[in-house]
């Protein structure tokens, strides 16, 4: 409790004193991370499935992502294919397109947070019903532009061109914001109504690693 106290301590200086940068900094080595999770899972699979005789009892974690990939009800499209080719190397590349995502984005994320507080503020007799309007407003406006920035950006960034950038839309864009909808609206509730404006967007991005975590599958899965 005592490290957990410095860190936010350390965390509320450093945000006085240059807010946007503490949140691109932190919002690239979250990206990082979830980027991280995404790859190993991949990496698990893959090795399951190449061992000499495939699968087995053993592979009870290679099995379980196996499942989960098929039970996904947003998408008939394998993230993780069930392939016997060698699971390929840790792509630094694809970790530093994720982390130089998270860190560019981190300043227009937060300046939304910030129009949302102003526009809604939520004070000690009326909490709820702005809490309410910032997840609506959020979840409306910012989350389905915000998904097609990112395929948009990360198929450029891995050299797509205009034809790439049309087919990852029209493969992912839907499926992925179903998902958003069924995962998002009940953490941003939580979000605008308990967490400060400085916590608000390092609070997305560490729930948000799992949900990253799944935006990469989705946009490697081709």
């Known amino acids: 409790m005592a490290l957990v106290a410095r860190l936010t301590s350390r965390y509320n200086a450093y945000y006085d004193e240059r807010p946007i940068m503490t949140m691109m900094v932190t919002n690239a080595v979250l990206g990082g991370i979830a980027d991280t999770v995404a790859q190993s899972i991949t990496a698990i699979r893959e090795r399951a499935l190449r061992k000499p005789g495939g699968l087995n009892k053993d592979d009870g974690l290679a099995m379980e992502?196996?499942?989960?990939?098929?039970?996904?009800?947003?998408?008939?499209?394998?993230?993780?294919?069930?392939?016997?080719?060698?699971?390929?190397?840790?792509?630094?590349?694809?970790?530093?397109?994720?982390?130089?995502?998270g860190f560019c984005m981190a300043p227009i994320q937060f300046k939304w947070f910030q129009l949302l507080q102003r526009l809604f503020p939520i004070t000690k007799t009326s909490a709820l019903g702005p809490a309410m309007k910032r997840v609506a407003f959020d979840q409306l406006i910012f989350a389905p532009i915000g998904l097609g920035i990112f395929y948009t950006v990360m198929t450029i960034a891995e050299g797509g061109g205009k034809r790439a950038v049309s087919h990852k839309l029209r493969d992912m864009y839907v499926p992925t914001l179903k998902a958003n909808y069924v995962v998002w609206p009940a953490v941003q509730i939580v979000n605008f109504r308990l967490m400060p404006v400085q916590f608000q967007l390092p609070f997305v991005s560490t729930v948000g690693i799992a949900w990253t975590a799944y935006l990469s599958l989705t946009n490697a899965s081709d």
């Open 65 to 101: 992502i196996h499942e989960l990939d098929r039970k996904n009800p947003f998408s008939d499209r394998d993230l993780i294919p069930d392939s016997k080719a060698l699971p390929p190397p840790f792509d630094f590349e694809r970790l530093t397109r994720f982390m130089g995502y």
